[in-house]
């Protein structure tokens, strides 16, 4: 046993003080200060030091940091002399669980708890099986974006953001897939508050105004637009290794687009999460695009507020008992002779054509006749345009 002395006062085995700093004890406390040898464990290390500050609280999810080599003692079976700790080394007894601000891709804002000792992507894990997002190699954390230039007044006049608080959810053991209880996972429906969370996940905003675009960072230059790249976080390290502290804001987003069983029914957070990242990355002029591709993705946009503003949960979230209604329903229209529209697609032999004059205009210079009729069909995914309706029996004049 460490601290053996004698009549005088002095020690006379091999063991020496350690001195441990209590997060819960305030930065301005004083170290516990402990009687250890080579051979005394991290586990023990850490029973002497609850053993010493004498709050009766549950502290299991508690660990040693070491601030010299920035490194966790989480091997409790491990000796101070197999680690290399000497008399000099500050330790720090600190949960391995601390909350953080996390901006999603629809830019909410969510409260929750991460792991500050596994590698962040563990963390990843963690996170996205609170937010029911499968797959969670596609996604990781970067930090959030520095605002230069940002004037007092715009501070003061700026609304205050809304966050969702999640560090109260518990999550069942188990599966990782997560029972459905209307539509949602059931930690979900505990409460209004974590229901409209939930809400705000897996449904697109719709009532989006310039102004709440421009209270977003936007990169101005070629050097910004470039550093985005530069704010990952490393996948292989911890995020106590890469300074980030209790409550700093991160942001998760999909960094790796190979995306995989990608499932209407489970994934209704992931779909969204994935569309309004692209959707923001446009309008935050993060990524160039060419004007037909934002003309497609104005469209897809459209397609989806509609659905978000005329149904206020996504028709995905149904009874499943619905879903075997549906099934015996389309059974008994076989039965009965009917048809589906999938049917009426496999019936077709020649593929449909839309055809008519179209006048096209030509600015020509000493011309009194600028518009010229030509003969236009349309056709898969084609237009031919032709001289006359005879020539487009023949060969294709123009595509």
């Known amino acids: ?174 599966s990782p897939q997560q029972q459905l209880y209307n539509g949602m996972p059931a930690y979900f429906a505990d409460s209004p508050e974590t229901e409209e969370c939930y809400k705000a996940l897996s449904v697109s905003q719709t009532s989006l105004t310039p102004e709440d675009i421009m209270k977003r960072y936007k990169p ?51 779909i969204n999460q994935l569309y309004e990242q692209a959707r923001w990355a446009i309008l935050l002029e993060e990524i160039d695009c060419t004007e037909e591709e934002m003309m497609v993705f104005a469209a897809l946009q459209y397609h989806v507020s509609k659905l978000s503003m005329n149904s206020e949960r996504p028709e995905v979230h149904k009874d499943p008992g619905l879903d075997d209604l549906e099934l015996a329903l389309s059974h008994l229209e076989v039965k009965m002779g009917g048809s589906s529209a999938a049917d009426v697609l496999d019936s077709l032999t020649t593929i449909p054509e839309l055809s008519d004059t179209l006048r096209i205009f030509r600015p020509k210079k000493l011309t009194l006749k600028g518009y010229k009729p030509h003969w236009v069909v349309f056709k898969d995914t084609s237009i031919s345009c032709y001289k006359s309706k005879e020539d487009s029996l023949g060969e294709i004049g123009r595509a």
């Open 220 to 270: 101005g230059t070629l050097v910004d637009k470039a550093q985005l790249n530069g704010r990952w976080l490393d996948s292989s390290r911890s995020l106590m290794q890469q300074d980030i502290k209790e409550n700093d804001k991160l942001c998760l987003r999909f960094k790796y687009y190979s995306f995989f069983d990608l499932e209407a029914k489970y994934d209704m957070v992931r």
């Open 1 to 174: 046993m460490a601290g053996i002395k004698t009549s005088s006062g002095n020690y006379i085995d091999s063991s020496w003080e350690l001195k441990v700093s209590v997060e819960e004890l305030g930065p301005d406390a004083e170290p516990v200060t402990l009687r250890v040898t080579g051979d005394t464990h991290i586990g023990g290390v850490m029973l002497q030091t609850v053993d010493a500050i004498k709050i009766a609280k549950n502290w299991s999810d508690h660990a040693l940091w070491w601030e010299q080599k920035r490194v966790w003692l989480l091997k409790t079976n491990w000796t101070l002399d197999k680690y290399g700790i000497l008399a000099d080394a500050r330790l720090l007894y600190t949960p391995q669980h601390k909350p953080i601000s996390l901006l999603l891709p629809n830019m909410r804002t969510v409260k929750l708890k991460a792991s500050f000792a596994e590698p962040v992507f563990r963390s990843v894990m963690g996170i996205c099986r609170l937010l029911n997002i499968r797959h969670p190699e596609e996604l990781s954390l970067l930090r959030a974006p520095e605002e230069k230039g940002k004037k007092k007044k715009k501070d003061k006049d700026a609304v205050t953001e809304e966050i969702h608080d999640l560090t109260g959810l518990i999550l069942s053991g188990g």
